[in-house]
Antibody, heavy 121, light 110 residues
Framework: EVQLVESGGDLVQPGGSLRLSCAASGFTFSNYAMHWVRQAPGKGLEYVSAVSSNGGSTFYANSVKGRFTISRDNSKNTLYLQMGSLRAEDTAVYYC??????????????WGKGATVTVSS | QTVVTQEPSFSVSPGGTVTLTCGLS?????????PSWYQQTPGQAPRTLMYRTNTRSSGVPDRFSGSILGNKAALTITGAQADDESDYYCVLYMGSGIWVFGGGTKLTVL
């Protein structure tokens, strides 16, 4: 079964740091680009970051650029999101999602259940 | 700053047809933006419905269809059912690794 499982969500103080992980199983992880998408309480979905299949290319929303770092370890089938200088507005459920490997297939086909990050003093 | 627009809310009667749209604050949506659609119920992860404008994801019933209508992408539900009551999000790929979500449409079936 294809599965993505996020972990690492927690309560953190403003200005603090946190690392989220997303463990992939049931497919060849190294063949797929991966994304992080978040959803603040009562709000819509927001694209956060993406990484290419080999980790060589990364992309960020303006709202997190310079504060968040996406990475992956294909030997461990795991995606990461290192979050720093956290703000109250970063409070959200963070989903990891898979993007199909075929060229010109720009969408997310598998989603994890999410990890909750709360930034508060 | 590109804004992807969606109707905040919509209502449809059971068995009825509804079309949700996905536009741009400036310009027209075309297939070149690879519009995709996602369904989300409260407390759940998103579910992929449609990609590349009009291709249904695996397991999605054929009463869901996608298209370009005028200058917007569209998701049409034909024969709405009670369990279609959800939030629906479109996403456009803007190029250079940038994706933009619409604000979502809350669909009520009553």
């Amino acid at each position: 079964e294809v599965q993505l499982v996020e972990s690492g969500g927690d309560l953190v103080q403003p200005g603090g740091s946190l690392r989220l992980s997303c463990a992939a199983s049931g497919f060849t992880f190294s063949n797929y680009a991966m994304h992080w998408v978040r959803q603040a309480p009562g709000k819509g979905l927001e694209y956060v970051s993406a990484v290419s299949s080999n980790g060589g290319s990364t992309f960020y929303a303006n709202s997190v650029k310079g504060r968040f770092t996406i990475s992956r370890d294909n030997s461990k089938n795991t995606l990461y999101l290192q979050m720093g200088s956290l703000r109250a507005e970063d409070t959200a459920v963070y989903y990891c999602a898979r993007r199909p490997g075929a060229p010109n297939y720009y969408y997310m086909d598998v989603w994890g259940k999410g990890a909750t990050v709360t930034v508060s003093s | 700053q590109t804004v992807v627009t969606q109707e905040p809310s919509f209502s449809v009667s059971p068995g009825g047809t509804v079309t949700l749209t996905c536009g741009l604050s400036s310009g027209s949506v075309s297939t070149n933006y690879y519009p995709s659609w996602y369904q989300q119920t409260p407390g759940q992860a998103p579910r992929t419905l449609m990609y590349r404008t009009n291709t249904r994801s695996s397991g999605v019933p054929d009463r869901f269809s996608g298209s370009i209508l005028g200058n917007k992408a569209a998701l049409t539900i034909t024969g709405a059912q009670a369990d279609d009551e959800s939030d629906y999000y479109c996403v456009l790929y803007m190029g250079s690794g940038i994706w933009v979500f619409g604000g979502g449409t809350k669909l009520t079936v009553l």
